[in-house]
């Protein structure tokens, strides 16, 4: 991982509310204008600090949803009982105004120039970074097969569900508590079995990023050491509970 | 919420690390005091709810670094680290 590390100090930024976009009734993308902001790698993230009149302050961390280049977007699933989330979903108008800081992070990232394979697996809003992997890739016409196995709980849970079908890569939805009828895909949650079927073989060498709720994150990751991936190749975000 | 759940990973910790060291910590690789096992700082699992925040190795649970802040001042702990690589 030599030369990964990204030299700078990190200040907070004031992040203006361009326009925000309904994803689901509990999810959904601002697109942010920030004077000073650096270009991101598909995968980063960010930090939200609010500060309240009293001058308490709640940060948290959201995934960037948008491609490298085009402009910052975050996508932010209403968490009941959040400081931060319910703010940035219910509340929050174009023109409203609160601090950010990054990008950050170096090891979830995918910079779209390597050829390998690329299996994304997804648990609810953990399809986010994931989707900035999936724009980036449109973007840059990169041909590495990507292929998304996304887990929701029902259909009209899934975020980006239009767009996901524009992207040219694999989609595979797993909707684990209601199904539309009709539904001829998976009903259950991400197992061995399920992963035996969609994701690539081991011996093609795939990338793989999970993103999800730690329980989530923990057993895919598992069921794929148990298919022979090797457990390096297999990078992981896990999100919290708290929003 | 379980002990389980509350867990996340060092991209948790990424931008205050990236705050305090100025470098971006989450893909460099740190070696476990207790056991030496070598992880990327992303892959170590990291409590953000407790006083401060306290990175533990994945493997052998040992606390590696522990980090405390105060109005105008930060305490780090890394006596479970033996290496960080950056």
Known sequence: MAGTAVLGRLTWLAATVAATNEETPRVHTLTLDVAGWGCHRAGQHLDVRLTAEDGYQAERSYSIASAPGDPLAITVERLEDGEVSPYLVDDVAEGDVFEVRGPIGGYFVWDGDEPEPVLLVAGGSGVVPLMAMARHRAQVGSTAPMRLLYSSRTWDDVIYRDELATLGIDVVHTLTRQQPPGWSGYTRRIDDELLREVAFSAADGPRVYVCGSTRFVDAAADGLVRLGYDPRSIRTERFGATG | ?86
């Open chain 2, 1 to 86: 919420m379980t002990v389980e759940e509350r867990v996340l990973d060092g991209n948790a910790a990424g931008g205050l690390l990236l705050e305090l060291f100025g470098v971006d910590l989450t893909a460099a690789p740190c070696m476990c005091g207790g056991c030496g096992a070598r992880e990327e700082v992303a892959r170590l699992d990291v409590y953000v709810d407790c006083p401060g925040v306290v990175i533990r190795c994945r493997h052998c649970r040992n606390v590696m670094i522990t980090i405390v802040r105060g109005p105008e001042r930060t305490w780090i702990d890394l006596r479970g680290t033996s290496m960080m690589e950056f």
